[in-house]
């Protein structure tokens, strides 16, 4: 039996936060039983590690690594690893398989976590993505889509009753049964989890009171980006121990969904003492009662000047361009932008850390990878010791002229 805690409140409705997803980057330590190399022929297909055995899998693998193994532990098949980083870097991703989140014992992926560190010889780096979710017999999706669809940035709403809290772009799903909150590094997405349920989460709903009735999901999912932003920015500290506290993931959950479900109500709008306007705000979690703490916070001081030091801007905007190099996909060639405005690096920086890249890339430099890096080297050229305007309007030619044989 399923040891989380159902969160119940007077008016009937039952919840429960999970995490639906988590995928870890680790780093390979030089003397760790299993081996980081790039070379197919010194790579067998099948490893034993204790109670981990790694089986070879490239049909499944990742555009950053060279190989990619199944993993099972214990005899039972838990996550991909993606090993051989195209970057050169001594990283190490690890996917847990979704069935692990819904297991009947609540720690399970952190033992699998330990084990990996243990028998692989692996260290821990960072959390690379998560998705973390609140089911519920609340009707989300309805109670969402009425402020919406009576939201005034919705054109073709029914009245002005709602402002949002923040702008954000809404995308609706399944004919209004769904919708999908966007964010560069934070999206939401709110929908009917029982029409899209595997076997495991039935009965993980059904040990849990969930099963006799229609189940809603409220689901975030966060990248390394948003992650990074906690850490540097709020001084946060995210580590897989503080996933094993449920009033953490809590506190998570709710400061990363609470200003893009949140409306203003302009019926109940009134002036104050001084005459100002004020609203009240109303939000879809209003009626769930998460059960949360306060998250660790850290020296800022002193985790500022470790990441200056492991220079996290310039890896992640290196692991961008080679993926873009690697796919050709548009969204990681903007993302190489996204992450160098985060970084506070103007165009010239970028343009010498593009060139340095190209340098060290050890990827098959095919007639696509090598137009990709003359794209790139173009786009950021012609934003040096130009106007907001000049910048524009030279992204706008290089892209007219260069897109149709450089984006997949």
């Known amino acids: 039996m399923d040891n989380r805690k159902i969160y119940n409140q007077g008016n009937g409705y039952k919840s429960i936060i999970h995490i639906d997803r988590l995928n870890l980057t680790y780093t390979h330590q030089k003397f760790a039983p299993f081996k980081n190399v790039r070379n197919p022929d010194a790579v067998s297909e099948k490893q034993q590690y204790g109670d981990i055995e790694l089986v070879l899998d490239n049909r499944c693998g990742s555009n950053a690594y060279y190989h990619t193994f199944g993993v099972y532990y214990k005899g039972i098949k838990v996550g991909k690893l993606h090993s051989a980083s195209k970057m050169g870097k001594p990283d190490i991703e690890f996917d847990y398989e979704k069935h692990v989140h819904y297991s009947g014992q609540r720690d399970y992926w952190y033992e699998i976590y330990k084990a990996i560190i243990s028998e692989l010889g692996l260290k821990y780096n960072n959390i690379n993505y998560i998705e973390i979710c609140v089911d519920s017999n609340m009707d989300f999706p309805d109670m ?113 969904v609470r200003n893009k479900l949140t409306f203003y109500d302009l019926r109940t709008t009134y002036f104050d003492e001084s005459r ?10 209003d009626d769930i009662h998460l059960c949360k703490t306060e998250l660790l916070v850290f020296n800022p001081m002193k985790q500022s000047k470790h990441y200056k030091n492991e220079n996290i801007d310039e890896d992640i905007i290196k692991k961008t361009y080679y993926i873009f190099l690697e796919t050709g996909k548009k969204k990681y060639f903007e993302n190489i932008r996204h992450n160098a405005d985060a970084a506070q690096m103007n165009d010239s920086q970028v343009l010498v850390l593009i060139h340095k890249f190209n340098q060290k890339y050890r990827g098959d430099r095919s007639c696509y990878v090598t137009a990709r890096m003359d794209y790139t080297i173009v786009a950021y050229q012609r934003g040096q010791g130009a106007g907001v305007i000049g910048k524009i309007l030279g992204r706008m030619r290089i892209s007219l002229k260069m897109k149709p044989s450089i984006f997949i």
């Open 144 to 256: 969402f889509g009425k402020m919406h669809a009576n939201s005034i940035a919705n054109k073709y709403r029914e009245s002005d009753f709602f402002k949002p809290f923040r702008n954000f772009k809404v995308e609706v799903l399944d004919n209004g049964y769904g919708f999908r909150i966007k964010g560069k590094s934070n999206s939401i997405h709110i929908y009917n989890k029982t029409n899209h349920s595997q076997d495991f989460i039935k009965d993980f709903f059904n040990a849990n009171e969930l099963g006799d009735e229609p189940v809603y999901r409220l689901e975030c999912r966060l990248n390394w980006n948003y992650l990074k932003y906690l850490i540097n920015k709020k001084s946060i500290l995210v580590a897989p121990e503080i996933l094993l506290n449920e009033r953490m993931i809590a506190g998570l959950f709710e400061m990363s």
């Open 276 to 285: 100002n306007p004020q609203t009240d705000k109303v939000s879809i979690l």
